[in-house]
């Protein structure tokens, strides 16, 4: 992208500073233009839709936010046209956005995070699925002003920058420690890197260097290394030696989040009839094949279209057999599968026994619900969903606001409890073990509801459920 040509000029104060203030939120002041903006949004749109892995935007200013960003920056002068781009980015669920830059003369990688309701500083969260690499400098100032390159010394400035952003409400450097979509995190001079994950791994102010990214044949796994030097100072001429060689400094890799993020699930299962659900990200068939051997090798199968990626799709599976361990599994259009397993219930006049689950209540801002990480392994023949499903007169980071009120919203809310959440889904998880079955209460709709609720709110709710 081309960051320059188009970017209104930076803003100052009267006495020749930056000025980051309320100026830098007006909303018509762009570094993109308009044009390029509106071009860049429908692209990443149609690579989402298309079932492209991976959507590598590249940069020349950095569009992380920082503990000190300038009036050149995104964050310090171009605040609104950065939360538009991002805000696009999270409610399109556009996901494996990896954003270039360089320019601030350090290596680091970040989390995204903008304000879901743009009105309400309070409603900061994370983009999903996104992060950025900034790579840099080869040979230029800053580095340099470091001399010593201990790792205790660059472990100390890195938990001083830490200190400043958690002071500031930002999110800390690095990635999530707790994304299982992470792995083999690799942190020169820290054999723990990959175990004891922290924000000095995904961070070097201190040397000359450059960036690789690898992504896998399948599109499934993108490798990050960065590799270089210790900085130096200008004009001191330093050969290539065995004492300052080029070397591995920091690298990861981290998983596509999945093109079928919230897996599958059956519900409103009897003796012989099941419905089987699935949401995929990008439109076309989507292939359901059931069976009663793990190995699918005697497979039944049933074909349906998603044509709106906003909305899962849904199909009835009758012939079934009472008190049988069913296996399923969903295909899209993009070859992506994901399985799951149910229980029909028992014929008639047997007693074979019977164990199964049920929980309420759990709001969006607390995913993604560790409590029931375990519930998958119970061998649940079904989950009883009792109600609360969402809490739609609570704000959470999907929906910031006191009350819900448009379908969309709702929508939102609900879509918000059974994704993922830095790489977690418990819920899914769950679902995909079991047969799941759902009952409303009030906070589907508002506190203390009664009375008929609206046909729009009942479909908002059955909409993320396996139920017909």
């Known amino acids: 992208m081309d960051d320059r040509s188009y970017r209104d000029i930076r803003l100052k104060t009267a006495d020749g500073a930056d000025d980051t203030g309320s100026r830098a939120d007006n909303p018509d002041r762009t570094m ?44 310090g002068g171009y605040r609104a046209e950065r939360n538009e781009l991002l805000k696009f980015i999270a409610d399109n669920h556009i996901d494996n956005v990896v954003f270039l ?3 601030d003369h350090q290596n680091r990688v970040n989390e995204l995070d903008y304000l879901a309701d743009p009105s309400n500083p309070s409603s900061r969260t994370r983009v999903p699925n996104a992060f950025t690499i900034v790579a840099g400098p080869i040979g230029a100032g800053g580095p340099d002003a470091i001399t010593d390159h201990s790792f205790s010394n660059i472990q100390k400035l890195t938990d001083d920058l830490v200190t400043k952003e958690k002071a500031k409400g930002l999110d800390p450097l690095g990635l999530d420690p707790t994304n299982p979509r992470v792995h083999n995190v690799f942190r020169e001079f820290d054999p723990n890197a990959d175990k004891s994950r922290s924000p000095v791994d995904f961070y070097s102010p201190d040397t000359f260097n450059y960036v690789t990214l690898n992504i896998s044949a399948d599109g499934k796994t993108l490798s990050v290394d960065s590799y270089g030097i210790n900085s130096y100072a200008a004009n001191t001429f330093p050969e290539p030696n065995a004492a300052n060689s080029t070397r591995h400094i920091l690298g990861f890799q981290i998983d596509a989040a999945s093109t079928l993020p919230n897996g599958v699930a059956a519900g409103d299962t009897t003796q012989t009839s099941t419905v089987l659900w699935t ?12 069976s009663t051997d793990p190995t699918f090798s005697n497979a039944q199968t049933v074909t349906t279209t998603e044509t709106d990626t906003a909305q899962p799709v849904k199909v009835q599976i009758d012939g079934l057999q009472p ?5 399923y599994r969903a295909t899209n259009t993009v070859g992506e ?33 560790p409590s029931i990480s375990n519930a998958a392994s119970s061998n649940l023949q079904f989950f009883l969903e009792f109600g609360d499903t969402i809490y739609a007169d609570y704000p959470s980071p999907a929906v910031p606001v006191a009350q819900a009120t448009t379908l969309q919203q709702f929508r939102d809310k609900h879509d918000e409890v059974y994704r993922d959440r830095d790489g977690l ?10 047969s799941i079955l759902a009952t409303i209460d009030d906070h589907e709709v508002t506190d203390n509801f009664a009375g008929g609720a609206l046909p729009r709110l009942i479909r908002a709710f059955k909409t993320p459920l396996p139920v017909s």
């Open 32 to 75: 993109l233009g308009k044009t390029q903006l509106k071009w860049l949004e429908q692209t990443l749109l149609d690579a989402q839709t298309n079932g492209t892995p991976w959507k590598i935007v590249a940069l020349s200013s950095p569009i992380d936010e920082t503990s000190d960003d300038g009036g050149k920056s995104w964050a």
């Open 279 to 290: 949401h995929s990200t990008v439109p076309g068939q989507v292939t359901f094949d059931y």
């Open 337 to 369: 599968s994901a399985t799951g397993k149910l229980h029909t219930s028992a014929a008639l006049g047997t007693h074979p026994g019977l164990t199964f689950g049920i929980s309420g209540d759990w709001r969006g801002e607390l995913s993604p619900y």
């Open 101 to 103: 830059s360089t320019d």
């Open 425 to 434: 889904n418990t819920f899914r998880n769950l679902r995909s073990s079991t």
């Open 323 to 327: 008190g049988t361990d069913y296996y």
